[in-house]
């Protein structure tokens, strides 16, 4: 600590502080233009200057450490008339017509010029005029605007750490090189606008702070409805339309957004083809026809009860909604439970990280995150991340992931594709899809030979190493190269930098778990991390990144067959017994059937009866074909959604439900973070609360179920989930942000898993060969097909297809193959192409490169003009009923000239 004076007023600061940081502990208020807190400290506007005793010239307080018994003016005459002399050099060459300016109202160089009263620069201007770039359709640079503060540039390259924002000389003056022109879908920049949301001036700017003037709008804090990283934002609400979002500095994002949280959250909300009313089909026409929520809940109610009454409830299954709140999952599998009778009750996370819930569940005793998402981005010195794309599907943390790598982190990617992280890679082993087994087999078998296996932790925290050990023996790294396509001393040498590290979490995704050996594939990594001891500490763990917003919370709230809220097992008679008491019926013991599952035995008649919460698995699930015989097979389906989806062209009742936007409820991210979700808008139609939907059916069923908001919906879940049982919408409206497990109320949450023990007692090693994909490439079928999401677009697209900018940058499908192969077929960049496998035909665009490696190809799943889905495999894990999305075998032929051009099929 040192003593210094500012203002006249002495104070004790940590020495470590600029004279900036002291003054704002102090109270005392510096102006400041350029500086931003570990990004951006570089003194470049000169407007924080102040006068510090003994010193002849002005110090820029931000970059200026204090000392022992400084002396420092803030305001004296010399100070406040350099800081004027700054304002009239930077007005000089700002264009000063600030009621045409977007950021009028909301700019700080517009605020400190009143300040100093500067309205009209003593200089005059460079006469060059510069043209904005505005072809970017979410962001503009107006660079007679630009003060040349270098936020952006800093914020782009240290922050975001995208490094597209460059300074370029025009002339006498510098000015940012921003790739928001005409060629801007050609550059990397991500628009994120991180960059315009620094910007002091309106340079850089938003295009939809276009629409509004602050002071005119209500901000409402809520979460990000897409991807499960959480992130914290204000909707920007203007005469009950959202017109815009701004960050929040929420535990996950601390103050970024991506392209979709910032600009592709809000179109779809206001979106002329949300539903607006219930539908009911009229069979003759096949039709819609517009009906009223009691004719559409009624017709529901006697439907299911006459399947119930005629086949049993064993007949009815439910799926939830993982993109909506904790509250309406749980009231969705409260109703299958309670009104339906059954424990046919899932949610998508069965065809996304079902793998990781039954995986971790079997050796750690817990299917979650183990460390918080800035544990293990920050102070770690290595990161192995392993069929994750963060950086396109969990945007804010593939950022916080570029900075670790800038700050010294070493980075080993486990991918079969050039993914973007894998060039600041030290090492990337570019496997060959479906063999992540055999690689982690390989990577322990090196391990134990080089005597790097943690011993101690091995004997008292864990059980089964000997028969694991076995097992391994037989994965040399020799072996290990020829299944995985991999260098024998690449896997050696990620295995020292994994095993050698203090601090290295494994980060994995769905290149892990949508395989026929999926849940053998999570297990592997519990393993690997237990072989070296990095689990149950900081900057560790096995780190699976949950996919939707809410897909933990689905699974945390009981949307799952054999589990009750929180994990609670169904086949366990106390937790019935506890159930069945607080609920008031009696409960069906039996364990219910895997989403995956309910699609063939619809076919086979044994199911009948459907309600679809929030998904489309037409577009979605694996297979299409057989997705649509199931729903045609079934006797009465039921669909509650925003919009007109594929899959509800086989509803018989289509039910309007409520956004994100317009109800209250929480989400729970990857880390298990439960964070609220807050009514932004009232927009007019018929739609309904979705829990409101359920509990009227309950009740129409049958099962009488008191009508509940969802404040008191989360007190009833706290009730009876013990890892709940110190939540409430009170607490984070307090601004708490609470980690599940949380036992009681005075429990701040749980950061980190497995600490001292792990939830199973014992962590146990599942000892796993490498048994390779269910279908293979063979003469006919020569290719493998992997298929996953790109940056711009979210699962079906039923919301990200709304924002029209989203649908600019990336609006088809496409199909990733290797030049050598594309050589062969004649095959060019751009060209369409047929592409078929055992299960069906598409055409697509042939995007031609080394991204994939030769003999593979990469689709993505979002867009309608060639889903990939059509030509997916639903091959299942044995355990977790997960399909293998990641690989099938298709081939791929060049079409005949006269189709080879058509666009847009
Ligand atoms: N932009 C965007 N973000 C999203 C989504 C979206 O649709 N769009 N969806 C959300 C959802 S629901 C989820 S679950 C997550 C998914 O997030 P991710 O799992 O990160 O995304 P994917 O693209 O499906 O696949 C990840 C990687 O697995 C690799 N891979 C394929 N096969 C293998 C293999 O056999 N082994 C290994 N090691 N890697 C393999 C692929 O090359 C790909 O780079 O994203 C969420 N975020
Ligand atoms: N080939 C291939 N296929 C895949 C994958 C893959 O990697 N490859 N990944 C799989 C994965 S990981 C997943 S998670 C699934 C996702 O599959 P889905 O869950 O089917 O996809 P989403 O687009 O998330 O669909 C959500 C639907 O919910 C609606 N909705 C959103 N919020 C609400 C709400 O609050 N209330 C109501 N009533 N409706 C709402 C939306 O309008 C949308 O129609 O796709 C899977 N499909
Ligand atoms: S939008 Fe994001 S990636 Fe593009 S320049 Fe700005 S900070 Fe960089
Ligand atoms: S665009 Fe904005 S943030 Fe970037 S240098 Fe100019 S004024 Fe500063
Ligand atoms: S990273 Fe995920 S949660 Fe965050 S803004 Fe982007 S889509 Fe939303
Ligand atoms: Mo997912």
Request: proline letters at 5%; hydrophobic letters at 35%; a negative charge.
């Amino acid at each position: 600590m040192v003593t210094i004076t500012i203002d006249g007023k002495q104070i004790s600061v940590d020495e470590n502080l600029s004279i900036l940081e002291a003054a704002q502990e102090a109270d005392v208020k510096i102006p400041t233009l350029c500086y931003l807190k570990d990004v951006n400290e570089v003194g470049a506007c000169k407007m924080c200057v102040v006068e510090v005793e003994g010193s002849r010239h002005l110090v820029t307080s931000c970059n200026t450490k204090v000392k022992e018994g400084m002396v420092v003016n803030t305001h004296s005459e010399r100070v406040v008339n350099s800081r004027k002399q700054v304002l009239n050099m930077l007005l000089a060459n700002h264009d000063v017509r600030c009621f045409s300016c977007s950021k009028s109202g909301d700019c700080r160089l517009q605020d400190l010029s009143n300040e100093y009263g500067i309205t009209k620069s003593c200089y005059p201007g460079s006469a060059a005029k510069f043209e904005a770039k505005k072809e970017n359709p979410f962001l503009t640079y107006y660079p007679e605007l630009c003060i040349n503060c270098q936020r952006c540039v800093s914020t782009c390259n240290k922050v975001s750490c995208n490094g597209t924002l460059h300074n370029s000389k025009i002339g006498t003056r510098t000015l940012i090189d921003a790739p928001f022109g005409p060629d801007w879908k050609e550059t990397d920049c991500e628009s994120c606008g991180n960059c315009a949301a620094v910007c002091p001036t309106g340079a850089l700017v938003a295009k939809n702070r276009k629409k509004y003037q602050v002071g005119k709008v209500k901000k409402v804090l809520t979460t990000c409805p897409h991807c499960a990283t959480g992130c914290q934002y204000y909707l920007v609400v203007k005469d009950n339309e959202i017109v815009d979002v701004e960050p929040a500095n929420g535990p996950s994002n601390k103050g970024l957004l991506c392209v979709k949280g910032r600009f592709g959250s809000f179109h779809f909300v206001h979106s002329p083809e949300r539903l607006k009313y219930p539908l009911i089909k009229n069979h003759e026409t096949g039709e819609f026809e517009r009906a009223t929520w009691d004719e559409a809940l009624d017709l529901i109610a006697a439907k299911f009860t006459e399947i119930k009454k005629k086949y049993g409830s064993d007949a009815l299954a439910g799926f939830a909604c993982s993109r909506s709140p904790n509250e309406d999952c749980y009231m969705l599998q409260k109703m299958v439970r309670c009104a339906f009778g059954t424990n046919n009750v899932d949610n998508c996370a069965r065809v996304c990280h079902s793998a990781t819930v039954a995986g971790l569940a079997m050796t750690l005793g817990s299917g979650a995150m183990t460390n918080p998402i800035s544990d293990i981005t920050n102070d770690v010195d290595v990161i192995m991340l392993v069929g994750s794309n963060p950086e396109e599907a969990h945007p804010v943390i593939g950022m916080q992931i570029r900075q670790a790598v800038e700050r010294g982190t070493r980075l080993i990617v486990v991918d079969p594709r050039d993914i973007g992280l894998s060039r600041q890679a030290d090492i990337h082993l570019k496997l060959k899809p479906g063999t992540n087994v055999a690689f982690a087999n390989g990577m322990m078998n090196v391990i134990i030979h080089e005597g790097l296996a943690d011993e101690e932790f091995i004997r008292t925290r864990t059980e089964g190493f000997e028969e694991l050990k076995k097992i391994v023996e037989e994965y040399t790294p020799e072996r290990v190269a020829e299944i995985c396509h991999i260098d024998a001393d690449h896997l050696r040498e990620a295995a020292l930098m994994y095993a050698k590290a203090k601090k290295a979490p494994i980060i994995y995704c769905l290149g892990v778990t949508e395989h026929s050996t999926g849940t053998e594939g999570v297990m592997s990594m519990s393993n690997m991390a237990m072989l070296v001891g990095k689990l149950g500490r900081s900057g560790c763990g096995v780190n699976p990144l949950r996919g939707q917003n809410n897909v933990q919370g689905a699974c945390d709230m009981g949307a799952l067959p054999g589990d009750l809220p929180g994990y609670q097992k169904v086949t366990n008679p106390e937790v019935i017994a506890k159930f069945e008491k607080a609920w008031g019926v009696e409960l069906n013991k039996k364990p219910g059937v895997h989403a995956t599952d309910v699609f063939p035995a619809a076919i086979r008649k044994e199911i009948r009866g459907l309600f679809i919460f929030g998904e489309d698995p037409v577009v979605t699930d694996a297979d299409q074909h057989h997705i649509r015989k199931a729903l045609e097979s079934l006797d009465f389906l039921v669909l509650s959604d925003l919009f007109m989806t594929e899959t509800a062209q086989y509803a018989d009742v289509i039910l309007p439900g409520t956004s994100y936007a317009e109800k209250e409820g929480t989400f729970s991210n990857t880390e298990r973070r439960v964070q609220r979700v807050r009514k932004a808008v009232t927009l007019e139609g018929e739609m309904r609360l979705d829990t409101d939907i359920f509990i009227d059916l309950m009740n129409r069923m049958g099962y009488p179920q008191a009508q509940l908001t969802s404040e008191e919906i989360m007190d009833e879940i706290a009730s009876l989930t013990p890892s709940f049982a110190g939540i409430s919408h009170r607490r984070l409206d307090k601004g708490e942000s609470i980690q599940w497990p949380c036992p009681d109320k005075k429990h701040p949450g749980t950061p980190i898993l497995h600490v001292g023990k792990f939830s199973r007692g014992l962590g146990w090693f599942y000892p796993a060969e490498y048994v390779p994909s269910a279908e293979l490439p063979d003469e006919e079928y020569p290719f493998i097909m992997m298929t996953g999401r790109i940056l711009y677009h979210y699962n079906t697209r039923a919301m990200t297809g709304k924002t029209p900018g989203l649908m600019e940058k990336e609006g088809h499908s496409f199909i990733e193959m290797n030049t050598e192969d594309a050589v062969r077929l004649g095959i060019e960049n751009g060209e369409k192409v047929k592409v078929t496998s055992r299960r069906g035909t598409l055409i697509t665009t042939a995007r031609v490169g080394d991204k994939v490696s030769p003999k593979e190809t990469w689709m993505p799943f979002h867009f309608p003009d060639g889903n990939a889905n059509i030509l997916t495999n639903a091959a299942l894990d044995k355990y977790a009923r997960i399909p293998e999305y990641k690989v099938c075998a298709v081939k791929v032929e060049k079409l005949p000239a006269e189709d080879r051009l058509a666009e847009n099929f």
